[in-house]
């Protein structure tokens, strides 16, 4: 029914715009057509258990909750879902009578500029990341969160699915090392779920699970009229939508990683936790990874074709191995740290940090978006009693980060000695090792970026030159004690930067 009805629509006379031409894509539960200004999308008549779409009404209805749900992130990309009318043969759009099938209009745009295609050619930017954390953490911020009578998200319903996947790939392996692997990956997910199963609880409680995407990677993300939009939701399957919000940015991070790109997987969790704050539930982020990581496993050994010839079940077997092999380096152990900056504002802490974040994997924290997210309200931020706070606040958030076994560094200036010698103290309690970047640059230099950063209005920190001649008056240089535990970098001098991460590597090789 549906191949027929595909054809007979594909007649320019059926369509109140002008059809350039007629592409059909084919997925497992849709067939897509195109036309040029615009897209029709039919879903197929099929039930694979975790979808049904076999009854006209189901279709209907799902016709409507993508249009709804993929609204939320998009603008005049979604636009309507229209009956076809008539019959299969001849049929109408948005026609009189009866409906015998319901499509889907969206605006058409061009498929080069999908993100993996532009990860393909070597042009997809941290801009691009950036702008995703940004949407990504709006979205989830703004999401209604699942209440507690609905039994989705809670721990239970979190770890179903993660147990699926190793029964249903288990038929699939034969060799010895496969089998090892998957039964040792399987006992790393049961131990780290009896571990975080309270944790996952108590965030459904809390609100972080909310009404997600579900399906967030490079594929279903593309440039429309330059800005980054994210498209194609799950509204088929509300268990696979309604989860905590580390599984929506876990299977994004995991696709990053997936495609080698794993320094800005790291800047976009980074970024997406500046915005949202949300450093409690860093645990679970290893954990939705690895699930990610292996639902793809299983996808690629369900896609094997019966009558597959050797090379076709080895390639198979290959891209199986990739996503295991994935998910079984989310199991490791890290080496971790706690680093903090050192030197006035505007000389190029954060981007020192960055660094930190692309290359070695810590998570940045910075002084000036936690002092304006915990005291927005008050009427002198940088008040001593604010400023106390504010370092407090930086080392209770990396006390967190390191007991979810990632390396930490913080982005804030650290003139005082109390501030550095307190900050030491959460590094000697989490027996991590401690290293002050002490960051330095030309005068000359620090205006230069001072005034950029003005012009760009971007960053969060409001100091001026007057701000930054009183910091280098007033600064308590760093004893010689912290000169042992800290490492000098000229920040306009990017060869500096380059020795910092090889020696923290090489101090630190599990990194």
Not at 138 to 152: A, G
Not at 209 to 217: K, L, P, T
Not at 365 to 386: C, G, I, M, Q, T
Request: charged share 25%; glycine share 4%.
């Amino acid at each position: 029914m549906s191949q027929t009805l595909i054809a007979a629509l594909q007649n320019p006379a059926l369509f109140p715009h002008p059809v350039e031409e007629f592409q059909v894509i084919e997925t497992h539960i849709s067939w897509v057509l195109l036309t040029g200004p615009y897209v029709y999308k039919m879903k197929k008549p099929v039930n694979f258990g975790f979808l049904d779409f076999t009854s006209l009404p189901a279709r209907q209805h799902f016709c409507e909750q993508e249009l709804m749900l993929n609204q939320r992130l998009t603008d005049n990309l979604y636009l309507e879902v229209l009956p076809i009318t008539g019959s299969i043969e001849a049929p109408q759009l948005n026609g009189e009578g009866e409906a015998i099938e319901y499509v889907l209009k969206m605006r058409q745009f061009p498929q080069d500029g999908l993100l993996s295609t532009l990860q393909a050619k070597g042009e997809l930017t941290t801009a691009h990341i950036d702008d995703m954390a940004r949407q990504i953490a709006d979205f989830h911020l703004k999401s209604p969160k699942v209440p507690m009578e609905n039994p989705l998200g809670s721990a239970d319903s979190a770890m179903a699915p993660v147990t699926q996947n190793f029964e249903q790939i288990l038929p699939f392996l034969s060799e010895k090392s496969d089998l090892i692997q998957l039964e040792a990956l399987e006992a790393w997910a049961n131990t780290s779920f009896e571990r975080l199963k309270p944790l996952m609880n108590q965030r459904k409680l809390d609100g972080f699970v909310r009404e997600c995407h579900g399906d967030i990677h490079l594929g279903n993300a593309t440039l429309i009229d330059g800005k980054v939009v994210i498209f194609d939701c799950i509204e088929f399957n509300e268990p696979f939508r309604m989860t905590d919000v580390y599984a929506d940015i876990g299977f994004l991070a995991m696709d990053l990683e997936d495609r080698g790109l794993k320094s800005l997987s790291r800047r976009l969790v980074s970024q997406y936790l500046e915005l949202t704050g949300d450093y409690e539930g860093l645990q679970l982020l290893n954990f939705y990874k690895a699930y990610r990581a292996m639902v793809r496993a299983k996808v690629a050994l369900f896609s094997l074709n019966a009558n597959a010839d050797q090379v076709q079940r080895a390639a198979t077997l290959r891209q199986y191995r990739n996503y295991a092999n994935l998910a079984e380096s989310y199991s490791a152990i890290p080496s971790n740290f706690l680093a903090i900056t050192h030197g006035v504002s505007a000389v190029g802490k954060s981007q020192v940090a960055m660094r930190l974040v692309e290359a070695l994997g810590a998570i940045r924290l910075r002084s000036d978006v936690e002092r304006k997210r915990a005291f927005a309200d008050h009427e002198d931020l940088y008040s001593a009693d604010v400023s106390a706070a504010t370092y407090q606040r930086l080392n209770e958030l990396a006390g967190v980060v390191l007991r979810a076994g990632l390396p930490v560094v913080i982005d804030a200036t650290y003139l005082k000695l109390p501030q550095r010698q307190a900050t030491a103290k959460i590094a000697e309690k989490e027996a991590a090792p401690f290293l002050i970047i002490d960051c330095a640059a030309p005068k000359a230099v620090i205006e230069g970026w001072l005034a950029q950063r003005r012009a760009q209005n971007q960053d969060p920190s409001d100091a001026t030159m007057e701000v930054i001649e009183a910091q280098l008056a007033s600064r308590e240089a760093l004893t010689a004690d912290e000169i042992l535990r800290s490492r000098h970098v000229e920040t306009n001098v990017s060869g500096d930067l380059d020795k910092l991460v090889a020696d923290i590597r090489q101090h630190l090789p599990g990194l």
